[in-house]
């Protein structure tokens, strides 16, 4: 895919103004295809879809809800805007001059969707409703990971299962988060790193028997495999707000 220079008026306003920007990139609407359901939901709590590098951000078959929700680091559920958003899907590779900060980087993802699609928000705080996840009465069944390195995240999609290696409760909540599109708040106390499998498959309703539903069986299984629950509060959340964003992204 080729790659393109952002236009000079934005580089300059963003140069003068002290803001990194990213020296190319390109946006393309995507050949993918969308969905949703259970696989959908997690690809898009895990960021498959978004590849990050020291310098460069990409992005397949990305919603626009989740290129801004990247952006401005929070989840998809705390972007507050049109539907659309979560429909439109386009891929994205911005390419900066040099290694940068993840923190530079979203920031640069910001100019850049301000650029390209005209993107402007604003942060509130709303109350809504919430998970705490915390461990059952007789404590959590997790295994810290005795292996060192980065951590691992691998879905089989076909087989509905998820194995982490060396994975925080953090990304555990992000994960169920986006599942549930509503905040999950860590209160279980573990702060090391962990081998965790969720096999979903194991715990489906056999065939006649309906679709399941998403809290009982996400619940059945933190119990049993991981000594977790999950009990609904309300919490204060913060939201990025879409005051005005177009559809289309304007040319390379």
Known sequence: MKLVMLSAATLAICAAAGTPTFDVASIRPS????????EM?????????????????????ASLRTCIGWAYHVMEY??????????????????????????????????????RFKVEAHRQSK???????????????VHESKTDGKPSIEPDRG???LTVQRGRISQLTDILSGFFHAPVIDQ?????????????????????????DPL?????????????????????????????????????
């Open 31 to 38: 050949q993918g295809r969308g969905g949703r359901g259970m």
């Open 41 to 61: 939901h997690m690809g898009g709590a895990l960021g498959l879809n978004v590849h990050v590098s020291p310098d460069t951000v990409t992005m397949r078959n």
């Open 78 to 115: 705390q972007v507050s805007g049109p539907d659309w958003l979560g429909s439109e899907r386009f891929d994205i590779v911005a390419k900066a001059a040099g290694p940068a900060s993840e923190g530079d980087l979203r920031t640069m993802m910001q100019g850049l969707l301000a650029d």
């Open 127 to 141: 109350e809504m409703s919430a998970y705490i996840l915390e461990p059952v009465k007789g404590g959590p069944k």
């Open 159 to 161: 087989h509905m299962t």
């Open 188 to 212: 279980t106390g573990l702060k090391g790193s962990y081998d965790l499998t969720l096999n979903i498959a194991k715990y489906m309703p056999q065939t006649g028997d309906g679709p399941p």
């Open 216 to 252: 009982s069986l996400i619940t059945t299984v933190l119990q049993e495999e991981f000594g977790l629950k999950l009990e609904s509060r309300k919490t204060v959340v913060d939201l990025v707000v879409i005051d005005h964003v177009e559809k289309a992204p304007t040319e390379n």
